[in-house]
């Protein structure tokens, strides 16, 4: 099974990997992960006054701040992944990249980092559930 971890480094994220590693059973043998970061884009007036190369670094900076505990956390379980990060609208770039791997499942936390939220789930994860064309797991 190819499983896309959509990962933002809120404690949702960690306890999404707890409880995947708790139910090893839910994925079959040997999944895959597609280990996803996605970086808002910095808006354009900050963005021209800093410049190109210093927004991609800040983007850069911030994913790797994401990613490394994770990765670090599946390399200690011994699972199979890849690992990237984007930069734009989260819930369109999750979606995007579940296409572009043609995984058989998302799995993402309830709730994240985002500034803007909802009673029951954070905005990312509602905008997934309800245009993802494939299943998604929501670990609360």
């Known amino acids: ?22 139910h090893e059973d839910l994925l079959g043998s040997a999944p895959k992960f597609v280990v996803l970061n996605v970086q808002p884009a910095v808006p354009a007036g900050a963005a021209k006054f800093a ?13 790797e701040t994401v ?29 995007r990249a579940a296409k572009k ?5 998302i799995v993402m936390g309830s709730r994240g980092r985002g500034l803007i939220g909802s009673l ?6 509602q905008s997934v559930l309800s245009a993802s064309e494939v299943p998604v797991m929501v670990v609360r």
């Open 120 to 125: 029951l789930l954070g905005s990312v994860a």
């Open 51 to 63: 410049g190109k190369e210093t927004v991609m670094e800040y983007h850069r900076s911030e994913a």
């Open 67 to 95: 990613l490394a505990p994770v990765t670090k956390f599946l390399d200690h379980h011994d699972m199979s992944y890849t690992s990237s990060y984007k930069v734009g609208h989260a819930a369109e770039e999750i979606l």
């Open 101 to 105: 791997a043609k995984v058989d499942l």
């Open 1 to 22: 099974m190819k499983v896309l971890l959509a990962v933002d480094g809120s404690k949702d994220t960690k306890k999404m990997l707890a409880y995947l590693t708790t």
